[in-house]
Every structure is written in structure tokens, then in C-alpha cells.
């Protein structure tokens, strides 16, 4: 049966700041853990004024000091931008606070411009075509130490910390497959290459000692409402942010509005058409029916569910709805 996360970017909402996102996000997790949701993940973006987990191992022990047995991690780590013997002894440590409770994804992009791309990494000498061969070097970061080697990550070797590769593109879904490794597909923002990526890392996978078979985690924005019409109201909130940032004008997550036709033209139609696509919105119903139809079609092993809504006590209730509807569908079962 296909199990439930949560994807958090901690939202700074207009109005408030990063003490009160990170409060919200701590404070949602336990919420996640309540429902039975199996994961709760955060995301490394820079220079974001509507997104407070840039120090993304900072807040996933925030997060995991404030839970007991869901599952926290990271959804996931730009590694271009660290070397990979300071995240094996961030995950390394996590992983020794909160034993058992870790994850690692990892990604090749950024999270951010290039000029801050280039603050975060002094200059942009580094190859992103090396990012499998900083995988390989983490993850042996991990395996116990043996005798006379010459560099250790302490916490970190020895520490199981499971390692997911994420993806955009068939980029990523190429490499999972080559390491035999979990998979996490982002398509609740960039959804043209899922099937093809699906196809990719299924039929290219090969077993490895961490993983026997393909394991495949996908994005989805839901926002569940106790109507269709509120839902929608709700989600517009995404669909303001998506625009600002697709246009140059990131900034805090607004609040929802009645009316989001009169504020976008063609162009950010065909942007909002392209970019969020993968998203259930609606009453329980319509989610129930939503998460079925997007299951059956992609048969993935976990849904990662997203919701940007600015009221906090609505985005635990959207997530309380989710998972409702998904259990109701697990006992139908």
C-alpha cells in the first residue's frame, strides 16, 4: 500500500517571519507523526525570503527534537553547494541524536540563483557533472572506518543513514538506478519528465546492498478543504507564489485570494498549467478521488504530499483530510 510523507518548506508567510515558520513546521510534523504520515522532509533553498530551512540539518533536529518516530530528513540537500565530509557529519550526528529517524536526499541543483549559488560556494569552479562521484564519497562516509583510514566522519561512520537521490528530470532518475538507490521524482513542481523518469529508474535499476528493488517517492501538492471552493481559495496562495517566483519577485507566501483569475494574464496561465499540474485540490472527496486516480496511474511506492497554505491551522487540517481519505482507502482495501 502506498504510504504518505510530508515535503515542508517551511513557509514564511506575508506578515510573519522565520521564528514563526519554524515554529509551524515543528508544530506540523507533530501533526504528521499523529496521522501516521511515514516521513516529514524539509528543503535547502537560499535567499528565499518565503522559505526558512536554508540550514536544512539545522531545522531537521529542530523537527526530530520535537518528534518521536516519524521519519525526518532532508528533501533534500543541494550537495553541490557542501562538501561531502561536512554532510556525512551533519547526518552523521543527526542520525546519532535521533537514531533510526534519518534521511538524506540528495540533489545536483543549487536551490538558488547564481550569484548566491556563488556566495554559498566562493566561485562556481565545481563540476556539477560531479555530483555522482560526491554521492559515492558521502555515502562512504557512512560505512564503518577501517584501519589506517586517513579521513573519518565523526559522528557519521558506521551511522545507517539512508540515502535518496532526488530528481527534476531523468537525470536523476538514471543514477538511482545505476546505485541502486531510493528515488524522490519533484513532481509536484516540474511534472514533464515523470513518466519518463518512472520508466528510467524501474527498468534500469539494479539491486544494490541497500536497496533489492526500485523504491519510488513522488511529489504531490494537495490542499484539502472541507469544500472544493475553499480548497481552491486555499490554493491560491501556491499559485501567487509560483508566479512571483517564475517572474523574478520571490518573496513570503501570500494570502489566499477570491478571485486569482483577475490578478494573472495568459502567460501565467500556461506557467501555472506547466509548473502544477500534479496537484489535488478540493473537499475530501475530491482528494480521495484525486490521490486514487494519481496512485493507480503512477504506481508509486510513496506519495510525498506538499501544501503551501498560508493559514497554519488550515495546512494541518488539509494534511489531517489527506490523510483521512488515504486511510479510508487503505481499510476499503
Known amino acids: 500500500m502506498t504510504a504518505l510523507s510530508v515535503l ?22 507533530q501533526h504528521a507523526e499523529r496521522l501516521g504520515y511515514r516521513r516529514f522532509w524539509l528543503a535547502e533553498h537560499h535567499n528565499m525570503t518565503g522559505v526558512a530551512s536554508a540550514a536544512t540539518a539545522v531545522v531537521i533536529g529542530h ?6 518516530t516519524i521519519r525526518v530528513g532532508a528533501g ?3 550537495l553541490p553547494n557542501h562538501a561531502p565530509l561536512m554532510i556525512a557529519e551533519q547526518f552523521g550526528t543527526l542520525n546519532a541524536l535521533y537514531p533510526g529517524r534519518i534521511d538524506l536526499g540528495l540533489g545536483r541543483a543549487p536551490g538558488t540563483d547564481q550569484n548566491t549559488a556563488r556566495a554559498l560556494r566562493r566561485n562556481l569552479n565545481g563540476d556539477i557533472d560531479a555530483f ?3 554521492v559515492i564519497e558521502l555515502m562512504a562516509y557512512f560505512k564503518p572506518a577501517v584501519p589506517n583510514q586517513m579521513v573519518q566522519a565523526v559522528p557519521g561512520a558506521g551511522q545507517d543513514v539512508p540515502v ?9 532518475a538514471q543514477l538511482a538506478a545505476m546505485l541502486g538507490l531510493p ?16 520508466n528510467i529508474y524501474r527498468s534500469q535499476f539494479k539491486p544494490s546492498e541497500h536497496l533489492a528493488k526500485p523504491h519510488v517517492m513522488l511529489g504531490l501538492n494537495v490542499v484539502a478543504a472541507e469544500t472544493d471552493a475553499e480548497a481552491l481559495r486555499l490554493f491560491t496562495s501556491l499559485q501567487q507564489a509560483f508566479i512571483n517566483l517564475r517572474t523574478g519577485n520571490p518573496g513570503p507566501l501570500p494570502p489566499p485570494v477570491d478571485d486569482i483569475e483577475a490578478l494573472i494574464d495568459p502567460s501565467a496561465h500556461f506557467l501555472l498549467q506547466q509548473t502544477l499540474s500534479r496537484s489535488v485540490v478540493g473537499s475530501p472527496a475530491t482528494v480521495k478521488a484525486g490521490l486514487e486516480a494519481f496512485i493507480a496511474r503512477t504506481q508509486a511506492d510513496e506519495i510525498m ?15 489531517e483530510i489527506t490523510a ?5 482507502r487503505r481499510e476499503a482495501a
Open 63 to 68: 523537527v526530530a527534537g520535537g518528534t518521536s
Open 8 to 29: 515542508d518548506l517551511s513557509p514564511i508567510i506575508r506578515g510573519g517571519d522565520a521564528s514563526q515558520a519554524l515554529a509551524n513546521s515543528r508544530s506540523l510534523a
Open 305 to 319: 504530499v506538499t501544501a503551501q497554505i498560508f493559514d497554519h491551522a488550515a495546512r494541518v487540517r488539509s494534511f
Open 164 to 172: 535518496w537521490i532526488l530528481g527534476s528530470s531523468t537525470y536523476g
Open 76 to 78: 533534500g540537500i543541494m
Open 324 to 328: 483521512e481519505v488515504h486511510n479510508a
Open 132 to 134: 555522482p562521484r560526491d
Open 183 to 198: 528515488y524522490a521524482f519533484a513532481s509536484h513542481f516540474a511534472p514533464a519528465d515523470m513518466e519518463a523518469a518512472l
